[in-house]
């Protein structure tokens, strides 16, 4: 997963929260060294980290956000592979300012392995540093991201024709319509987009949901697909259509520019892949 993608992703998870954003600017990550089977569960990372701030526990929900700019490679044993979460605390008034990184530094760790996301004095210990003297964090499991779902998903629409109307589909025009039932969700559009490359269709897009890709299914039964979309995304040109956030059902979105951004980033690093996508004005 590249760089952007793996921002792309956060921002899409953490911008359907109550508490948690991601840093909008640009930003280094540890993306090339982490596997895409670690990297594609953000959000059921962000799902976990919300679901214990609602818990009150890791910061005041009431008064706090968290604003995260980091996610890290930390240390392997060759059986365990931990990965670092930094952020900063911000209070909850300020957390649609995610191009000001200025808060108190948080950090959690995450055991890939078995999904624990932890605090530092727990992962110091199951690394095998013991805590100083002088510090006073009690060490803290905040369970594992592998009993969450994640936030988003996102679903491959594969077109008939060239002139489907964008905004009929995001509308809910053709939830009943093959286009929407014949739909597939995954938990990141890196892994939608892979099943593209395999099974390639003259026409189709990306859809960002606000559910998890379990719930898609029963939407579909229910036919109400189309107004869950958040965006929908070419799979390899860049191009994204919003979409009018009045429509939107469910969670709604805040700072869609920074996900956008990162999507078109993403995007044309992929200008080499065939250009049989649908083309968005």
């Not at 952007?4 to 930003?27: S, V």
């Not at 950090?107 to 510090?135: L, R």
């Not at 499991?141 to 779902?149: E, F, V, W």
């Not at 964008?166 to 319509?177: C, R």
Request: net charge negative; proline share 5%; aromatic share 8%.
């Amino acid at each position: 997963m590249k760089n952007a993608e793996l921002i792309g992703l956060m921002i899409a998870n953490t911008n359907k929260t109550k508490n948690l954003r991601t840093y909008g600017k640009h930003w280094f990550s540890g993306a090339r060294r982490i596997s895409d089977r670690i990297s594609t569960q953000i959000g059921r990372m962000v799902a976990l980290l919300q679901d214990r701030i609602d818990k009150g526990e890791i910061i005041n929900g009431e008064d706090e956000a968290l604003l995260i700019y980091n996610f890290q490679p930390l240390f392997s044993d060759n059986l365990t592979h931990y990965v670092s979460v930094d952020m900063v605390i911000k209070p909850i008034s300020e957390i649609n300012n995610t191009h000001d990184l200025s808060g108190e530094p948080l950090q959690v760790v995450v055991d890939c392995t078995s999904g624990e996301i932890m605090n530092n004095a727990k992962a110091m210990i199951k690394i095998g540093i013991p805590p100083s003297a002088d510090d006073a964090q009690r060490p803290t499991t905040y369970g594992s991201y592998k009993h969450y779902r994640a936030i988003a998903s996102f679903a491959i629409l594969r077109f008939p024709h060239d002139n489907v109307n964008l905004f009929d589909i995001m509308s809910g025009k053709l939830d009943k319509s093959s286009l929407v039932q014949s739909s597939l969700a995954f938990d990141s559009f890196v892994e939608a987009r892979e099943y593209l490359s395999h099974n390639w269709e003259n026409y189709c897009m990306i859809a960002e949901l606000n559910y998890p890709k379990e719930e898609h299914q029963q939407r579909l039964l229910q036919g109400v697909v189309g107004r869950h979309i958040i965006k929908l995304i070419h799979p390899y040109k860049p191009q994204v259509v919003p979409a009018n956030q009045q429509l939107v059902i469910g969670p709604k979105e805040e700072r869609l520019d920074d996900e956008i951004h990162c999507i078109l980033d993403a995007a044309k690093e992929h200008a080499s892949k065939p250009d049989f996508g649908i083309a968005i004005q």
